[in-house]
């Protein structure tokens, strides 16, 4: 056999994988996650709970529940008092160490009941719920176990896990109440409407809503939002949005400092921008000229008409892309894209490179969680996703080719 013709089979096979069979997709979706299982577990046994009297994990929980016990002492605008949530930390977090409480008053509202229990169970019941919410929205949105098991696995997962982050929860608002927009739109609108609570996630949602004429969906979402944001009004005083707005500003200056971009690990264009050296004014025209241009290809593709679940999958990568402020354990929110895609290129043929394509996209999200890790290798990827989903779907039906599900297998749940 020539080079060239062995150069030939071996791209036809990376560009088909026909051995991506759903038996091998469903042992793959196990070993992921006994891996990540495997993997916390190794870290808690070796290094324990807590080093020296001090939290070794949960960190970012160890700033909600703080900010729970502030709120319940009073006034409840102190979380956002960063020198009163700072000595209140110091009783956990390692020497120096501090995190700001930088989320809106309706999110402090959320947390108002989190230091009702002891910090440990408070955490474990937190990570619990909010698992459980993240799986049963994949299930919804798929309809299939074994995908549940493959987006559980993640390793998006193990940040939002090791921080005790609330990434899972978001990914369960934004991912769920995507979900539902054609079959139960008022509840679609109520459930996406509680991206309040973390708003710069859900940048896109409100102009795919408006592109593809879905006004009930809009209603309800806006009914849901400023319910939330009155709610917290109530609960917490009028006082609480001047010291919200008043304590986010460190926010904007820990996405602009080269420096806190590099403590942080923010994955946004604006931030890899940033640390490559270009100045504010040009990473911030970067970001926009990408959110334009992400809503532009958007609005192309929902005007030309694509299958729902491709539809979903672009306006949640749009969502990622969009927004400047994108930390690592926020990428747990790639399970909805990859799901959505998973289930309609099974159903209706996968594209050329697309079991490729997917899986990369599935394994990049552990590239932060390096040490020595290209930067921002996460951000390229996604980019490369989308794009190529764009150029798929203007090529259909011509870019069919054999499915990954084999005929006993071709259901409209692919992995169940």
Same mark, same amino acid.
């Given at each position: 056999?020539?080079?060239?013709?062995?150069?030939?089979?071996?791209?036809?096979?990376?560009?088909?994988?026909?051995?991506?069979?759903?038996?091998?997709?469903?042992?793959?979706?196990?070993?992921? /996650?006994?891996?990540?299982?495997?993997?916390?577990?190794?870290?808690?046994? !070796?290094?324990?709970?807590?080093?020296?009297?001090?939290?070794?994990?949960?960190?970012?929980?160890?700033? $909600?529940?703080?900010?729970?016990?502030?709120?319940?002492?009073?006034?409840?605008?102190?979380?956002?008092?960063?020198?009163?949530?700072?000595?209140?930390?110091?009783?956990?977090?390692?020497?120096?160490?501090?995190?700001?409480?930088?989320?809106?008053?309706?999110?402090? =509202?959320?947390?108002?009941?989190?230091?009702?229990?002891?910090?440990?169970?408070?955490?474990?019941? $937190?990570?619990?719920?909010?698992?459980?919410?993240?799986?049963?929205?994949?299930?919804?949105?798929?309809?299939?176990? %074994?995908?549940?098991?493959?987006?559980?696995?993640?390793?998006?997962?193990?940040?939002?896990?090791?921080?005790?982050?609330?990434?899972? /929860?978001?990914?369960?608002? /934004?991912?769920?109440?995507?979900?539902? +927009?054609?079959?139960?739109?008022?509840?679609?609108?109520?459930?996406?409407?509680?991206?309040?609570?973390?708003?710069?996630?859900?940048?896109?949602?409100? $102009?795919?809503?408006? $592109?593809?004429?879905?006004?009930?969906?809009?209603?309800?979402?806006?009914?849901?939002?400023?319910? +939330?944001?009155?709610?917290?009004?109530?609960?917490?005083?009028?006082?609480?949005?001047?010291?919200?707005?008043?304590?986010?500003?460190?926010?904007?200056?820990?996405?602009?400092? #080269? #420096?806190? =971009? &590099?403590?942080?690990?923010?994955?946004?264009?604006?931030?890899?921008?940033?640390?490559?050296?270009?100045?504010?004014?040009?990473?911030?025209?970067?970001? /926009?000229?990408?959110?334009?241009?992400?809503?532009?290809?958007? %609005?192309?593709?929902?005007?030309?008409?694509?299958?729902?679940?491709?539809?979903?999958?672009?306006?949640?990568?749009?969502?990622?892309?969009?927004?400047?402020?994108?930390?690592?354990?926020?990428?747990?929110?790639?399970?909805?894209?990859?799901?959505?895609? =998973?289930?309609?290129?099974?159903?209706?043929?996968?594209?050329?490179?697309?079991?490729?394509?997917?899986?990369?996209?599935?394994?990049? #999200?552990? &590239?932060?969680?390096?040490?020595?890790?290209?930067?921002?290798?996460?951000?390229?990827?996604?980019?490369?996703?989308?794009?190529?989903?764009?150029?798929?779907?203007?090529?259909?039906?011509?870019? !069919?080719?054999?499915?990954?599900?084999?005929?006993?297998?071709?259901?409209?749940? #692919? =992995?169940?």
């Amino acid at each position: 056999m020539s080079v060239a013709n062995y150069l030939s089979r071996a791209g036809a096979s990376v560009r088909q994988m026909a051995w991506f069979t759903p038996e091998r997709g469903r042992m793959y979706s196990v070993a992921a /996650l006994i891996c990540l299982a495997a993997i916390v577990a190794c870290q808690f046994l !070796l290094e324990g709970f807590y080093r020296h009297g001090k939290l070794r994990y949960g960190w970012d929980f160890a700033c $909600f529940w703080e900010a729970s016990r502030l709120a319940l002492a009073g006034p409840a605008s102190s979380p956002y008092n960063l020198a009163q949530l700072g000595s209140f930390e110091a009783t956990i977090l390692p020497p120096g160490t501090y995190l700001p409480f930088l989320y809106p008053p309706p999110f402090l =509202l959320l947390c108002l009941p989190l230091a009702l229990l002891p910090f440990v169970a408070s955490l474990a019941l $937190f990570l619990g719920a909010t698992v459980a919410a993240f799986g049963a929205a994949i299930y919804r949105a798929t309809g299939s176990r %074994w995908i549940v098991l493959a987006a559980l696995g993640m390793p998006a997962v193990l940040g939002g896990v090791d921080a005790g982050q609330n990434s899972l /929860l978001t990914a369960a608002i /934004l991912g769920g109440g995507l979900a539902l +927009m054609d079959r139960r739109p008022r509840l679609s609108g109520l459930i996406l409407g509680l991206m309040v609570i973390k708003p710069q996630l859900a940048l896109a949602v409100p $102009f795919a809503l408006v $592109f593809s004429r879905r006004w009930v969906v809009l209603l309800f979402a806006a009914v849901s939002a400023l319910g +939330m944001l009155a709610l917290s009004t109530l609960v917490l005083g009028v006082a609480v949005w001047p010291a919200f707005i008043a304590g986010s500003k460190i926010a904007r200056f820990m996405l602009e400092d #080269p #420096p806190a =971009l &590099a403590d942080w690990r923010f994955e946004s264009a604006f931030g890899w921008a940033r640390e490559l050296g270009a100045t504010v004014p040009l990473a911030y025209a970067i970001q /926009l000229l990408l959110i334009i241009g992400g809503l532009g290809l958007l %609005w192309r593709a929902q005007a030309r008409g694509v299958a729902a679940g491709v539809e979903r999958a672009l306006i949640v990568l749009v969502c990622l892309f969009a927004t400047p402020y994108l930390v690592d354990y926020d990428l747990v929110l790639m399970a909805f894209p990859l799901a959505w895609l =998973l289930s309609e290129w099974s159903r209706g043929g996968f594209p050329p490179w697309g079991k490729l394509m997917l899986l990369i996209a599935y394994v990049l #999200p552990i &590239a932060p969680l390096m040490k020595h890790s290209v930067p921002n290798l996460w951000l390229g990827g996604t980019l490369l996703l989308f794009a190529y989903v764009i150029w798929t779907e203007q090529r259909r039906p011509a870019a !069919l080719v054999t499915p990954l599900a084999t005929p006993q297998c071709s259901s409209a749940q #692919p =992995l169940s």
